[in-house]
C-alpha cells in the first residue's frame, strides 16, 4: 500500500473519529456550556453533567458566584456584583473555562398602556416644496437655494429658528428690503448655510421661500417600561420618521400624555392593521420626550402611570437569556385597560452589540387574532415578558403575515434610556 493511500485511509480515521468525539454525550454537554455566562445577582442557572461527575472550582476565592453540585448536574448562582472564572474538571483534569459575570441587580415596571406622542422638532423641518407664481412665472426660492426635502432649517440670520412663526418676519424683511437670507441647514448630521431671496406671490403680494416646512409631529404608541426609582422610561421600540420625509425626527422636545383605543382596523396579508385611538381629553402630560433613537423614544415621566396588572418591578432580561418559546405580551385593545396576550418567541439573537430586530415573534392568542388580525401598528412598544422577565418589545409587524412580527431587546432599549444596566454608565443619561 502506497503512502497517499495510507494517507487517505489515516484522514478518513481521524475524521470519523472526530465526528463520533463530537456526538458523545459528555462533549455535547460540555460545548452547551458557553464560555461566558452573563447573570444578575440572585440568579442561578442549571447546567446538565449526566455522562461524567464534573468537578468545579472558581479561580481565587469569591463572593461573586457559589457554585452546587446535583447528581446529574450543577448550578451556578449569582451573589453579588463581580467578575470571576469557573473552571470544569473531569477526573482531576481542567477541560474548559468559563467567565462568569454578575451584574447588579436590575427591575423596572413593564407598560403596555397606550400613549399619545407629540414631537418638537430642532428648528423647522423642509417637507416639500411649492412654486411662488411671480411676474416673472413661477419659482421655488427654496429649491434654487440648494435646500432639500428632509433638511432642518435652524437659524436665519445668525438668529435660532424654533418654530414655523419665528420665519414670518425674516422673510418679510428680507423680501422688502430685497437683501437675501442667510439660513443655517442641518442636514444628516451636518451643518452648513446658504442663500435664500423670498420672492413676492404676485396674488397676494406676500413674500414666499418655496417651501413647505413642520415643526411639529404627533401620533399613538405603547409604553414599554419605566424605572419607579429614576423615573425614565422608554416607549415605542423604534424610531419616529417624518411621514412625509421618512426620515427620523431630530427632538428637540416633546411630551407624552395618556390616549384612549377608539376601535381597531383589523390587519391582513398586504394591509397591516392600526389602533384608532384619541389623546385623553384632558391631554394631561404625563413626561417628557428627550431622545428619539433607532430603539424608541425615551425621557422621564412626571404623572404615575398604572397599568393594572403590575404594581411591582420585575426582573428584566439579557438578550442571551431570552428563549424560543411562550410569551406575553401587554397592550391596549380597547379604551385603556391593559391586557395580556399569549405569544410565541419564534426566534431570538443573543447579540453582543445594540441592534433593532432580535426576536421574531408571533400572536397565538385567539381573542387578539380574532380582534386585530395579529400585529397592528399602534402596538409599537408593547412590553414581552417571559417567565416572569420583562425580555423585550414589539417593533414592526410583518405585512405579508400580521400574526408575526419583529421585537427588541429590552437589554438595548434600557441601555438607550440611560439606565445602568453593565454596572457602569455606559450612557449618559438625557
Known amino acids: 500500500m502506497n503512502t497517499e493511500a495510507i494517507r487517505k485511509i489515516m484522514g478518513i480515521f481521524l475524521l470519523v473519529s472526530l465526528t463520533m468525539i463530537s456526538m458523545a454525550k459528555p462533549v455535547k454537554e460540555y460545548l452547551q456550556i458557553p464560555k461566558q455566562i452573563v447573570m444578575f445577582e440572585g440568579e442561578a442557572m442549571r447546567f446538565s453533567s449526566t455522562a461524567l461527575p464534573v468537578q468545579t472550582t472558581v479561580k481565587d476565592a469569591s463572593k461573586s458566584i457559589e457554585i452546587h453540585k446535583h447528581a446529574h448536574s450543577f448550578s451556578v448562582k449569582a451573589k453579588q456584583r463581580g467578575e470571576k472564572q469557573m473552571v470544569l474538571e473531569v477526573a482531576g483534569m481542567p477541560v474548559k473555562q468559563v467567565d462568569v459575570k454578575v451584574l447588579p441587580s436590575l427591575k423596572v415596571i413593564p407598560g403596555g398602556q397606550s400613549i399619545g406622542v407629540k414631537l418638537n422638532t ?5 417637507v416639500g416644496y411649492h412654486l411662488v407664481e411671480t411676474e416673472n412665472g413661477k419659482k421655488s426660492p427654496g429649491e434654487l437655494a440648494g435646500i432639500k426635502v428632509g433638511d432642518m432649517i435652524t437659524g436665519i440670520n445668525g438668529k435660532k429658528i424654533e418654530n414655523m412663526d419665528d420665519l414670518s418676519p ?19 448630521q451636518h451643518s452648513f448655510t446658504t442663500k435664500l431671496v423670498p420672492l413676492k406671490d404676485k396674488h397676494d403680494h406676500a413674500y414666499r ?18 424605572d419607579p426609582v429614576s423615573k425614565k422610561y422608554g416607549a415605542l421600540g423604534h424610531v419616529i420618521s417624518d411621514m412625509d420625509t421618512k426620515k427620523p425626527i431630530v427632538v428637540q422636545n416633546g411630551q407624552i400624555m395618556k390616549s384612549t383605543v377608539t376601535s381597531i382596523e383589523k390587519g391582513s396579508s398586504g394591509n397591516p392593521g392600526e389602533k384608532l385611538a384619541r389623546f385623553s381629553s384632558d391631554r394631561e402630560v404625563i413626561g417628557n420626550i428627550t431622545d428619539n433613537s433607532p430603539f424608541g423614544i425615551f425621557g422621564t415621566l412626571s404623572k404615575p402611570v398604572d397599568n393594572g396588572i403590575f404594581t411591582k418591578p420585575i426582573p428584566v432580561a439579557l438578550s442571551s437569556q431570552v428563549k424560543e418559546g411562550p410569551a406575553k405580551m401587554l397592550t391596549v385593545v380597547e379604551n385603556d385597560k391593559v391586557e395580556p396576550f399569549d405569544i410565541e418567541i419564534v426566534s431570538t439573537i443573543p447579540q453582543k452589540f445594540p441592534a433593532t430586530k432580535g426576536l421574531v415573534i408571533r400572536v397565538t392568542d385567539p381573542r387578539l387574532l ?10 409599537s412598544g408593547s412590553p414581552i415578558i417571559q417567565n416572569g422577565k420583562l425580555v423585550g418589545a414589539v ?3 410583518f405585512v405579508n403575515d400580521p400574526t408575526s412580527g419583529y421585537g427588541v431587546h429590552i437589554e438595548w432599549m434600557l441601555h438607550e434610556a440611560g439606565i445602568d444596566i453593565y454596572g457602569k454608565s455606559d450612557k449618559k443619561a438625557s
Open 122 to 126: 430642532v428648528g423647522v423641518l423642509v
Open 170 to 188: 425674516f422673510i418679510e424683511e428680507a423680501g422688502k428690503i430685497g437683501k437675501p437670507l442667510q439660513l443655517q441647514v442641518l442636514r444628516d
Open 209 to 226: 421661500i418655496g417651501l413647505y416646512i413642520r415643526d411639529s409631529a404627533a401620533g399613538i404608541g405603547t409604553m414599554t417600561f419605566y
Open 370 to 379: 380574532k380582534k386585530t388580525g395579529g400585529i397592528v401598528q399602534g402596538m
Open 395 to 397: 417593533t414592526h409587524v
